[in-house]
């Protein structure tokens, strides 16, 4: 029996060591406090995963970080990104170039596919995507083909050279590759949809000559983030495809069948408004995705709507998880996560800090919930909750309220979302247990709102924005700064108490 308890104990503590990765190494004089790792659920890059490493007075930082399986990762050092791939039980010792924070020294198990994938420039901005006088958004499709696409996609094959050569493994080799190519075609879909300037049109066509011939199904399991980004861009490619060459009549038909999301318009519509466009993504993915890669995603969606604690569209893709993949190893833990959800919103149900302005769908002007509060300084948030960057600020608004606290600072709130969403609203304010005052208004009475805020002929109308009323209620700072700018914000609102 002794035996036998030795042995377990021994095969424990070796998979246990095989459940981790050592990673190390020296930021190379660049000042710094902590190094962060962000190790994705599955892919999307959300700084709630965020590992945070400290890092000593001579710059050396060390971590052996919890690892079941393996993951691209991706190291920042002082806003410098650097794409890594940590294999359970392996290491990796890593020196910053002090010159342009890059890695330029690999040591340990894991050095030989790290520095391949320095070597492939992944974190870096496409030539054709940089900022500036971009001369590449205004080409037409002829030219975007032989200036853009052709010289991408050469640089794209010299990659795939430098890894089909390199002393690799097999495996290490596909799934590089395949980040490689998923990698060059994201970036022209990204390229398309948020940057030329031709008009919807071509717009279209480009990105369907970039993605006709592109293969869907992966050919390294698990992929890497790389791909699934891939993956999402293709849900927006099939989008397309089933809009292509219908008429403005057919668009108007709430009857008209679109292809490969295999549901009439109507009923789509509907879906989006009852359970999120992401649900309706989902059905895209279902019907038209590999069963492995569909369950990877849906994994995603539920995780990335408990990162921003939206329940009421966690709760029917995870309904879709349980009938779909009922032994999926992501189940329980996301069941539990929603769960949390769930007690958050029944802990708030009856938060008085938590108020619904009386009246708000009758209110005409900001200012009758801004009177409310003389003698104090407002803070006014517009967001929405179809908003991702709303929901990210909104994370920050904590610690802007501890800092605040006892002080004569209020929070007003005005939600832009139609009146079906009026539970979504209630339910997303008390899970997020955002003290302060609510009023909702819908895409067409928050107009005059808008008015009033910004100086006439100033059209600026985006989500999330923030605005400033001191004690007397006079809106003394609009577009005032973010939550997320902390002590930026904490000076505009402290210089008016």
């Known amino acids: ?179 490689v190519r998923a990698f060059a075609l994201t970036q022209l879909n990204d390229f398309a949809r948020g940057i030329l300037e031709t008009g919807r049109k071509q717009i279209f066509e480009f990105v369907l000559s970039v993605y006709q011939d592109a293969p869907l199904m992966a050919s390294a399991l698990p992929a890497g ?13 099939y989008e397309t495809l089933a809009f292509q060459g219908l008429s403005d009549e057919q668009m108007k038909d709430p009857k008209t069948y679109i292809k490969y999301f295999n549901i009439r318009l109507d009923s789509g519509n509907r879906v989006a408004k009852e359970k999120g466009k ?17 369950e990877n995603w849906l994994a995603q969606a539920i995780d990335t709507k408990c990162l921003s ?3 009421a569209e966690a709760k029917p893709l995870l309904s879709e998880l349980k009938n779909y993949y009922p032994k999926s190893e992501y189940l329980l833990m996301l069941t539990v996560k929603v769960k949390q959800l769930e007690t958050l919103l029944a802990k708030n149900a009856d938060n008085k800090e938590i108020q619904i302005a009386d009246g708000y769908n009758k209110m005409t002007s900001i200012y009758q919930a801004i009177s409310k509060f003389k003698g104090k300084v407002v803070y006014l948030d517009i967001w929405g909750t179809w908003c991702g960057p709303c929901k990210q600020e909104i994370k920050y608004n904590p610690a802007l309220k501890q800092y605040f606290k006892g002080k004569d600072v209020a929070f007003v709130y005005l939600d832009m979302d139609d ?7 209630r339910d997303f304010i008390k899970v997020n247990g955002m003290t302060g005052l609510h009023l909702r208004k819908s895409r067409s009475d928050i107009q005059p709102f808008w008015d009033e805020l910004m100086p006439k002929g100033d059209d600026t109308r985006y989500y999330p924005m923030y ?15 973010r939550p997320s700018d902390k002590e930026e914000l904490y000076k505009q609102i402290a210089q008016y108490l």
């Not at 983030?225 to 490619?237: K, L, M, V």
């Not at 992401?278 to 569909?294: G, P, T």
């Not at 009146?419 to 609203?425: A, I, L, Q």
Request: glycine share 6%; hydrophobic share 40%.
């Open 1 to 179: 029996m002794k035996k036998l308890i030795t042995l377990l104990l021994c095969l424990s503590t070796a998979l246990n060591t095989y459940a981790q990765f050592r990673l190390s190494g020296n930021t190379g004089g660049v000042k710094t406090d902590s190094v962060y790792l962000n190790i994705p659920f599955i892919y999307g890059f959300y700084h709630d995963n965020d590992i945070a490493i400290a890092v000593d007075s001579k710059g050396n930082f060390s971590k052996t970080i919890y690892l079941p399986k393996q993951k691209f990762a991706t190291l920042n050092i002082e806003g410098k990104h650097s794409s890594l791939l940590l294999t359970p039980g392996k290491s990796l010792d890593i020196r910053v170039n002090t010159a342009d924070t890059t890695i330029s020294n690999f040591k340990g198990t894991s050095a030989a596919e790290n520095s391949l994938l320095a070597k492939l420039h992944l974190d870096d901005i496409p030539f054709f995507s940089k900022g500036g006088n971009n001369p590449y958004v205004k080409l037409t499709l002829p030219q975007l083909q032989q200036q853009v696409v052709q010289p991408w996609m050469a640089m794209r094959d010299e990659n795939i050279k430098l890894i089909r050569s390199s002393a690799l493994s097999q495996a290490y080799k596909n799934l590089i590759e395949q980040e």
């Open 309 to 311: 604690k939206d329940i």
């Open 278 to 294: 992401l649900f309706v993504n989902w059905i895209v993915v279902h019907n038209q995705f590999d069963k492995r890669i569909a």
């Open 225 to 237: 983030p790389r791909y699934y980004n891939f993956a999402n861009s293709y849900i927006g490619y």
């Open 467 to 481: 605005f400033i009323f001191d004690k007397t209620g006079k809106l003394v700072q609009p577009n005032a700064k």
């Open 419 to 425: 009146d079906e969403k009026d539970g979504k609203w």
